[in-house]
């Protein structure tokens, strides 16, 4: 069992419309959760951390954290074609090592 | 505040040489871990450092080492490169707490020939 998987890709949502992108972990002791955006090319950019139960928005990005259930998610609203990406979501452990799922990736139909 | 720099941007070696790349952090971020990314197998764990301290370690052949010195830079070294090695070798540093996010460099270009 992978220690971070997220919903396979691609994801292709129209223009205005929400992304929601999913992401599971193994290990219940983890301690602090992070969204990544990558561009093509590009190195990953942080987008959000989150790590109480419940839900984060910072603008059009809202993400929701579940520890019993060991999920994390990131709704993407009133997408826009610059959000066309690679999300990565990043799961860090008791040991503060920091751990990627393979990423979705986000294409935004205008 | 001046970002995660690597060095160098772009480099090709031939099987069996071995290479170095650098890592500055953040002023004043004591961690730096690096990760391979390759198309197929995603961003790989390779190291993290804190305070010239290996912290964790992922599941890497001992070819792939690496240290941290006194003012936080890093450096990460791949000996007898094989083909495979060829990837995009990406830095991150921060402050070393347990909620902290990594803020990454803009990577390494390594192809092995």
């Known amino acids: 069992q992978k220690e971070v998987e997220q919903n396979s890709g691609p994801l292709s949502v129209p223009e205005g419309a929400i992304a929601s992108l999913n992401c599971t972990y193994s290990?219940?002791?983890?301690?602090?959760f992070f969204w990544y955006r990558q561009y093509s090319g590009k190195s990953p950019e942080l987008i959000m951390f989150i790590y109480s139960n419940g839900d984060k928005e910072d603008g059009r990005f809202t993400a929701q954290l579940n520890k019993a259930s060991q999920y994390v998610s990131l709704l993407i609203r009133d997408s826009q074609p610059s959000d066309s990406a690679t999300y990565l979501c990043?799961?860090?452990?008791?040991?503060?090592?920091?751990?990627f799922g393979a990423g979705t990736t986000v294409t935004v139909r205008a | 505040k001046a970002g995660v720099t690597q060095t160098p941007r772009y480099l090709i070696k031939t099987r069996g040489q071995q290479v170095t790349l650098s890592c500055s952090p953040i002023?004043?971020?004591?961690?730096v871990s690096w990760y391979q990314q390759t198309p197929g197998q995603g961003l790989q764990f390779l190291f993290e450092?804190?305070?010239?301290?290996?912290?964790n370690k992922g599941n890497f052949p001992g070819r792939f080492s690496g240290r941290q010195f006194s003012n936080s830079r890093s450096e990460m070294n791949v000996s007898t490169l094989e083909l495979g090695d060829s990837a995009l070798y990406l830095c991150a540093s921060a402050d070393g707490q347990i909620n902290s996010p990594l803020h990454f460099g803009n990577g390494t270009r390594l192809t092995v020939t």
């Open positions: 002023s004043g971020h004591r961690s």
């Open positions: 450092y804190f305070s010239e301290t290996q912290r």
């Open positions: 990043a799961v860090r452990a008791n040991d503060y090592k920091l751990s």
């Open positions: 290990d219940r002791g983890s301690q602090s």
